[in-house]
């Protein structure tokens, strides 16, 4: 069995497959995220609630997710900040 | 060197201040940085207890030499930082890390922290002591270097042996300021060592910060 993924890891992995396709629906989200459907509704709604992720929908009202500016800013640093996580013990 | 060092006090107090100042915002302005990209509780902790460091150290080494209250207000701004930075290490078992606390600088479990350091203070004040502090800061720092050590042997991070040293460091000198006040009677070359020793420990994590954070 593998480890279980740091909450860090877990957001990375998120905006990852959100980057990857641009405009994703909640539901291939939620499958390319790995969690339950519980854990997967906290963790978006944190998301969106730190901005970054945003909630679009369309005419068809068809919803999907995509990346805010902050979004891709995390991903980018995402790196140095599980390092210094790492490495302070925090 | 010590009588270069008597002769020349009051100056190198200030430099010692100013660098030790400089370090702590530094630290604060990266971390901050890091904060507010990632909203992670324990990089704002750690944050913090380097704003209350460097507030410190500027209120007793450049704004307040020779006043009095500046004496009371360094001693309550390193309390503050030291209960920051062990809170750093541990605020994962009273948090939940999705939903952080509007303000980490007053929220319900930091105000236990504001009122130790006012009552640790207020008593050092009271009996012109800073024993107090001293005993206080020996107890946290001690578990700091538990949780540290543990830190070091169970996760990864090469840092972390370092952070481990340097804490211990914090409570060496923490000791050092102790037997300074009951034993040494504020022997020039105690107070010596335990500005060296500061000046390490704020070195150490400045390096660590430069490097873990580029």
Same mark, same amino acid.
């Given at each position: ?23 994703? @629906? ?14 997967? @509704? ?20 068809? @919803? ?27 | ?64 030499? %020779?006043?009095?209250? *500046? ?76 949780? *540290? ?58 390096? %660590? ?6």
């Amino acid at each position: 069995m593998g480890k279980k993924r740091e909450r860090l890891e877990v957001i990375r992995d998120i905006l990852n497959s959100i980057r990857t396709t641009r405009n994703i @629906k909640p539901t291939r989200l939620l499958y390319s995220s790995n969690l339950s459907p519980q854990m997967f @509704k906290e963790y978006i709604n944190e998301l969106v609630s730190k901005k970054f992720i945003q909630l679009d929908i369309d005419a068809k009202e068809k @919803k999907t997710f995509s990346l805010t500016r902050r979004g891709m800013d995390f991903l980018q640093e995402y790196k140095i900040i599980e390092n210094f996580v790492e490495n302070f013990g925090l | 060197m010590i009588e270069w060092f008597i002769s020349n006090r009051e100056a190198l107090k200030l430099i010692y201040g100013i660098f030790v100042a400089l370090i702590c915002f530094f630290i604060v302005f990266r971390t901050d940085k890091l904060f507010r990209l990632s909203l992670h509780q324990g990089i704002r902790y750690f944050r913090n207890a380097f704003l209350f460091f460097g507030i410190g150290f500027i209120l007793r080494y450049i704004v307040g030499t %020779g006043y009095l209250f *500046s004496k009371y207000l360094f001693e309550f701004f390193l309390i503050m930082g030291g209960f920051f930075l062990f809170y750093s290490l541990i605020w994962k078992k009273f948090e939940s890390s999705k939903k952080e606390a509007k303000s980490s600088l007053f929220n319900l479990r930091i105000i236990i922290f504001y009122v130790l350091a006012i009552i640790i203070t207020f008593l050092d004040y009271f009996w012109s002591t800073y024993c107090f502090m001293f005993f206080s800061q020996i107890i946290l720092f001690l578990i700091v270097v538990l949780i *540290s050590y543990f830190n070091y042997l169970n996760k990864k991070g090469k840092f972390l042996k370092y952070y481990f040293l340097s804490v211990l460091m914090i409570f060496i000198a923490w000791v050092l300021n102790l037997l300074a006040s009951l034993v040494f009677n504020w022997e020039p070359w105690v107070i010596l060592i335990v500005y060296l020793l500061n000046i390490l420990i704020f070195v150490l994590f400045f390096i %660590g910060i430069l490097r873990f954070t580029n």
